[in-house]
């Protein structure tokens, strides 16, 4: 194909895939940088009077595509013009590209010009994801360069006191993912402040708790962070017309009259929010456990292999043959798997780890969902097992170390949660549970009322369910 046949079969908006062209694209780049970056300029230029006509111009779109392809750094600033224009254009012109790949194609084509991302990043009167994309980039360009990323990490601490402090936007909850995704350790206090100002949305990864097992995981980072193959990332697009898969040829039965037709299982995506209601997207809940299917609340498992298969997910999670592994997302602790990766114990002492583990097993989020049947009073008694096992451990320590306030024991041992909210469900569970326990755990419950008085109190907290989350309102 020539550079104008090339051009001619890029710019109508179609359901074809473009596959010949994309191809060719590659053969002629040279020649078709010039073009791809003034389609850049002129949906920049005119895009109120495109979205007004309602036009079918296209280029622009695979443009962003091979430029990022190219590495062609010529495309940073106009991508980036782009970027700061309004919601409502963006979402005309690039629509999921914003949230599934603009980051990458900026750092694809980035040309050194920091200042210009931080822009964006700090831009108020820009889209949100736009600001999030430029973040995720910053994030992206420091991997691998201690210099870049120790500036970085300056940059955001700033920006996290002096400009995040009191904003209500979902930028602290995107500062939080890209902290969490680059595994910056040494903002891990800085997120905490905005966990403790309620300015971080529990659907990116849910608590601090969470926040913190899941800074520590490396299976969900971001791996391929360039564009290097536009077809490969193109050609899967719901847009366009996919050829269906053949199927053999095998007789069908067909249902019998009046029969309803069966409903098809809607297939969860990794960022929707997570059906067992746990407030967090599905790959950051229940998708470790490798449960992949749901019912709808009217939709009923037709057959009986079909709903062993799908309880066949939840066997372990809650059930009293094999007890759900309440420390399987806790981080590891041992030597890293891979060089490279660090591990909580280079944060926290042994002493903190010891106090944290039994916290967490009774606080821990349990990912299961609302139709599993469950013993909410076993459950709360073991918490309060956990719970007691934690607290023996604090006031000896407290004790040998003269540690008058939970803020002094939090600010040398705390890890999962606060000390005053746990003992605080602690305390409440005793006293649900006063006409159940043994002697031994009824002169506990003294012991706690007066560590609580004495220690600075505890903010009210609730145990609904008994699911507790010291971060819930």
Not at 114 to 133: C, F, M, Q, S
Not at 245 to 258: F, I, N, T
Not at 271 to 278: A, E, K, Q, R
Request: hydrophobic share 35%.
């Amino acid at each position: 194909m020539t550079v104008q046949e090339i051009i001619d079969a890029l710019t109508p908006n179609t359901d074809r895939f473009p596959r010949e062209a994309l191809a060719a694209a590659t053969q002629h780049k040279e020649e078709l940088i010039p073009h791809l970056l003034n389609a850049l300029d002129y949906v920049c230029d005119s895009a109120e009077e495109m979205m007004a006509e309602d036009s079918s111009y296209d280029l622009y779109f695979y443009a962003i595509y091979l430029l990022a392809q190219f590495r062609e750094k010529q495309a940073f600033s106009k991508l980036i013009r782009l970027l700061k224009k309004e919601k409502e254009i963006l979402d005309y012109f690039l629509g999921d590209v914003i949230t599934d790949g603009s980051s990458r194609c900026l750092c694809s084509v980035y040309d050194g010009n920091l200042e210009l991302l931080k822009e964006l990043i700090e831009d108020t009167n820009a889209y949100e994801y736009a600001r999030n994309a430029a973040l995720e980039t910053y994030g992206f360009i420091t991997r691998g360069d201690p210099v870049a990323r120790k500036e970085m990490i300056d940059y955001l601490r700033r920006y996290i006191h002096e400009q995040l402090k009191d904003d209500t936007s979902s930028m602290p909850s995107f500062v939080s993912s890209v902290v969490l995704e680059e595994h910056i350790f040494e903002l891990i206090p800085d997120i905490k402040f905005l966990y403790d100002r309620n300015l971080i949305d529990h659907f990116f990864h849910g608590g601090y708790d969470s926040f913190l097992d899941f800074i520590f995981d490396y299976q969900l980072e971001t791996k391929n962070i360039f564009i290097d193959d536009v077809i490969e990332e193109l050609q899967h697009w719901a847009k366009y017309q996919q050829k269906p898969k053949p199927q053999p040829s095998l007789p069908v039965e067909k249902p019998p009259a009046g029969d309803p037709v069966q409903k098809t299982k809607k297939k969860i995506g990794r960022n929707d929010p997570c059906p067992c209601n746990s407030g967090k997207k599905y790959k950051k809940c229940c998708l470790f456990l490798g449960i992949t299917r749901f019912n709808d609340e009217d939709d009923e498992l037709s057959e009986e292999t079909e709903s062993q298969d799908f309880f066949g997910g939840l066997r372990g999670m809650y059930d009293e043959s094999k007890p759900y592994d309440l420390m399987q997302n806790y981080p590891r602790r041992g030597p890293p798997s891979v060089e490279g990766q660090r591990m909580i114990s280079e944060f926290y002492s042994p002493k903190a780890l010891e106090i944290d583990i039994p916290v967490y097993k009774a606080l821990v989020h349990r990912s299961i969902p609302i139709w599993v049947k469950r013993n909410m009073v076993k459950e709360d008694m073991e918490r309060l097992d956990f719970l007691l096992e934690a607290f023996n451990m604090f006031t000896q320590t407290c004790e040998e170390e003269h540690l008058e306030t939970f803020a002094d024991f939090d600010r040398k041992y705390m890890v999962h949660y606060e000390s005053s909210n746990w003992v605080g469900v602690l305390n409440e569970l005793l006293e649900e549970y006063a006409d159940r326990l043994s002697e031994k755990k009824s002169a506990a419950r003294e012991t706690v009322k007066a560590t609580l008085a004495r220690m600075g109190g505890v903010t009210e907290r609730r145990v609904k369910s008994g699911i507790v989350s010291p971060f819930d309102d």
